[in-house]
């Protein structure tokens, strides 16, 4: 029996090494990967130009703390801010710590405004914002909440969508909207840029903070550095994580000036947020994503992507009930069990990809796939199709 917590329904399946989109199994199997270690590998495996980042940071101090100045954290907070609405940010470990210091921020701005009775933020059912006790709370999943004692106070839940039914949940205690620009774990449902545009509108009107949650849809994944940056629009406070150091722990809140003014000494903190180790790769890692039509090549690549999977539906529409998503967060709706699908193209075509929500397949491939990787890709989902139709039952039911 395994020594770790059963929190995991995991494969047996272990990797002992990666180069570029293809993993290899301990008995030296290869497998496509369109799973990205949940949207991490931005960059594949094995990334020559990060991995001798990591080497030479190995070789320098890896941690100080952040009561010293770490000049590649300063550096990597320097350039964010360049490229974003942000004027400021805070280093974390992970996404749901990321998110953390976004509700804090967004809380402490109010309440540092002389009105700390505005703490309640509005968020949408079908989002995902991590694990901690306040992102359990922001999401509003009953079945992640269930057994951890009261929920943490000040969230209001409702239907993507409905700007309506947004500005109905304003009262004199909200402080903020938060939403996932493209919904990851809940169905891969990307937000329509009338929403997101209308969300911007209601904030302004009522004195709101807008806060995203980029952690799987940011970091160049649907073909922008920010899935924001489609709608046209900027938040006020957005959490990063996931691509971000392509699979060393890192995450980012980002904020404006004027909300990040609060967060004085005192009023939050990290042991590891930023480390000189993290944040020399955070650097690689964007060296990478902000080279010369890299962002341009993922746009491309998304496009390809989508284009196939229509012939994909065309050919299959008996499979294939809906696509969506965005770029290289992409979904399809599957017409039988996803779960089951996931263990096909695993165990058949040597493909990792992920289920969400909704019965959707997701598939994340690292943002340096080839049009190639993709024709292979959606080859292998067709043969796990086929192989379906082949099979006995399913010839059964359609006699
Ligand atoms: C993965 C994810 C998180 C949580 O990130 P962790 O690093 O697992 O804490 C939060 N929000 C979104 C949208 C995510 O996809």
């Given at each position: 029996?395994?020594?770790?917590?059963?929190?995991?329904?995991r494969?047996?399946?272990?990797?002992?090494?990666?180069?570029?989109?293809?993993?290899?199994?301990?008995?030296?199997?290869?497998?496509?990967?369109?799973?990205?270690?949940?949207?991490?590998?931005?960059?594949?495996?094995?990334?020559?130009?990060?991995?001798?980042?990591?080497?030479?940071?190995?070789?320098?101090?890896?941690h100080?703390?952040n009561?010293f100045?770490i000049?590649?954290?300063?550096?990597?907070?320097?350039?964010?801010?360049?490229?974003?609405?942000?004027d400021?940010?805070?280093?974390t470990?992970?996404?749901?710590?990321?998110?953390?210091?976004?509700?804090?921020?967004?809380?402490?701005?109010?309440?540092?405004?002389?009105?700390?009775?505005?703490?309640?933020?509005?968020?949408?059912?079908?989002?995902?914002?991590?694990?901690?006790?306040?992102?359990?709370?922001?999401g509003?999943?009953p079945?992640?909440?269930?057994?951890?004692?009261?929920?943490?106070?000040?969230?209001?839940?409702?239907?993507?969508?409905?700007?309506?039914?947004?500005?109905?949940?304003?009262?004199?205690?909200?402080?903020?909207?938060?939403?996932?620009?493209?919904?990851?774990?809940?169905?891969?449902?990307?937000m329509?840029?009338?929403?997101?545009?209308?969300?911007?509108?209601?904030?302004?009107?009522?004195g709101?903070?807008?806060?995203?949650?980029?952690?799987?849809?940011?970091?160049?994944?649907?073909?922008?550095?920010?899935?924001?940056?489609?709608?046209?629009?900027?938040?006020?406070?957005?959490?990063?994580?996931?691509?971000?150091?392509?699979?060393?722990?890192?995450?980012?809140?980002?904020?404006?000036?004027?909300?990040?003014?609060?967060?004085?000494?005192?009023?939050?903190?990290?042991?590891?947020?930023?480390?000189?180790?993290?944040?020399?790769?955070?650097?690689?890692?964007?060296?990478?994503?902000?080279?010369?039509?890299?962002?341009?090549?993922?746009?491309?690549?998304?496009?390809?992507?989508?284009?196939?999977?229509?012939?994909?539906?065309?050919?299959f529409?008996?499979?294939?009930?809906?696509?969506?998503?965005?770029?290289?967060?992409?979904?399809?709706?599957?017409?039988?069990?996803?779960?089951?699908?996931?263990?096909?193209?695993?165990?058949?075509?040597?493909?990792?990809?992920?289920?969400?929500?909704d019965?959707?397949?997701?598939?994340?491939?690292?943002?340096?796939?080839?049009?190639?990787?993709?024709?292979?890709?959606?080859?292998?989902?067709?043969?796990?199709?086929?192989?379906?139709?082949?099979?006995?039952?399913?010839?059964?039911?359609?006699?």
């Amino acid at each position: 029996m395994s020594a770790l917590y059963g929190t995991y329904a995991r494969s047996e399946l272990a990797f002992e090494r990666g180069k570029g989109v293809r993993l290899f199994s301990q008995d030296g199997t290869p497998y496509l990967d369109f799973h990205s270690g949940i949207a991490v590998n931005a960059l594949g495996h094995g990334d020559e130009y990060v991995v001798n980042a990591l080497k030479a940071a190995a070789e320098r101090v890896w941690h100080t703390s952040n009561v010293f100045t770490i000049p590649e954290q300063e550096k990597l907070g320097q350039r964010l801010v360049d490229n974003t609405f942000a004027d400021a940010c805070f280093f974390t470990n992970s996404g749901t710590e990321a998110i953390e210091c976004a509700i804090k921020t967004a809380r402490h701005h109010f309440f540092a405004n002389g009105q700390p009775d505005r703490y309640e933020i509005i968020a949408f059912t079908g989002s995902f914002h991590g694990r901690t006790l306040g992102a359990i709370a922001a999401g509003g999943n009953p079945s992640y909440l269930e057994g951890f004692g009261p929920a943490l106070e000040g969230f209001v839940h409702t239907a993507p969508g409905d700007l309506a039914a947004v500005e109905a949940l304003i009262s004199d205690k909200t402080c903020g909207i938060l939403i996932e620009p493209v919904q990851g774990e809940g169905g891969v449902s990307a937000m329509p840029v009338e929403f997101m545009r209308g969300l911007r509108a209601l904030c302004d009107k009522h004195g709101l903070l807008l806060i995203l949650d980029e952690v799987q849809c940011g970091y160049g994944r649907t073909g922008r550095f920010f899935a924001h940056e489609w709608s046209g629009i900027t938040p006020d406070i957005m959490a990063v994580a996931k691509g971000i150091g392509a699979g060393f722990p890192l995450g980012a809140c980002l904020a404006t000036a004027e909300v990040a003014k609060s967060m004085v000494p005192g009023t939050h903190g990290s042991t590891y947020g930023g480390n000189p180790l993290a944040c020399a790769i955070g650097n690689a890692v964007l060296d990478r994503l902000m080279a010369p039509g890299f962002l341009d090549e993922v746009d491309r690549m998304g496009q390809r992507l989508a284009w196939h999977l229509q012939q994909l539906q065309q050919r299959f529409p008996h499979h294939v009930v809906e696509l969506r998503g965005k770029g290289l967060l992409a979904g399809i709706k599957l017409a039988t069990p996803v779960k089951d699908f996931v263990l096909r193209l695993r165990n058949d075509q040597h493909m990792l990809a992920q289920s969400a929500g909704d019965n959707v397949l997701r598939l994340l491939p690292p943002l340096v796939i080839t049009e190639a990787d993709i024709e292979e890709a959606v080859g292998k989902i067709a043969a796990a199709f086929e192989a379906m139709d082949a099979e006995p039952s399913a010839q059964a039911r359609s006699a």
